[in-house]
């Protein structure tokens, strides 16, 4: 039985990683699991703990392991301490010598892509037997290459044989707010029932919730949304940066959101982005000067 379906034992930790409910994650009573269960679910453990800011304890914690699947959360932990070298090398080791392990193929290719790697990932992931978790970063990635016709049918496929998985949904939604119209009210009423109900809310879904209040042009809802994430968690970057989006999009000055931004997360994407932007408007401005009539 796949342990992540409806009947498996660990459906209920799977969906609160995916939910974004971290901690929850961290305190599950694993204690009941069968043996070949335990090991997946420490990864998930693990991956919970770098998503909250222990990456250096989880390097420390895999230190020394020799299963494929530790090594490449420690992977995943470098990465997200900035050692990307070092985190690309032990992901290409692995992908050579375990790339039919799933573990290996999505931690690695979470961290090709994250590295600019996209090729390197998709090669990794296709060969995937199927993964939900692997095909949501598929989606993911396609989406990030402006492929949305790819991702779409990525999603479409997974439909046929996982039906109503939460991930499944999820990476619809995500497709659905590129594909914009109606599919905005579809990706809302996904992420507006996990965002509002006590056993599935947490921070990343009430953000999702607000992205989509924004591009269905209710802004005070998308407000409220993005100020309960910012009050639960003050420095959360993706809350942050979609309130820098939201001040602008209402005319206000976001100065002090940016400053806010840059101090939670300095290479946050939106502030690198931006400043590329910046950069090629001054280059293209600097070819011209300004013309005085007498």
Known sequence: MDPYSAEGELINIHNH?????????????????SAENELPARILALRARIALGQAEDVVADVQGESEPELAAVGALAEYSLGKTDAAVKTIEKLASSAGDNQTVQVLGGTVLQAA??????????????????????????????????????????????????????????????????????QAFYVFEELAQAPSTSSIASLVSQAVCELHLGRVEEAQSALEQAIQKQPDYAEAIAN???????????????????????????FLVDLEEKSALFDKAAAKYSAKVSA
Request: without cysteine; negative net charge.
């Open 17 to 33: 990683f995916h939910q974004g409910q971290y901690q929850e994650v961290i305190d599950f009573d694993t204690s009941a699991l």
């Open 116 to 185: 600019g790697k996209s090729e390197e990932a998709l090669a990794l992931l296709s060969q995937h037997s199927g993964s939900l978790d692997a095909v949501a970063l598929i989606t993911q990635i396609h989406l990030q290459q402006n492929r949305t016709d790819l991702a779409l049918k990525e999603v479409a496929a997974a439909r046929r044989w996982a039906q109503d998985s939460l991930l499944v949904n999820l990476a619809e939604s995500w497709v659905g707010l590129r594909l914009g119209g109606d599919k905005y009210q």
């Open 243 to 269: 309130f820098l989006v939201l001040t602008v999009i209402i005319g206000q000055d976001p100065t002090e959101i940016s400053s806010s931004l840059k101090k939670a997360a300095p290479q946050h994407p």
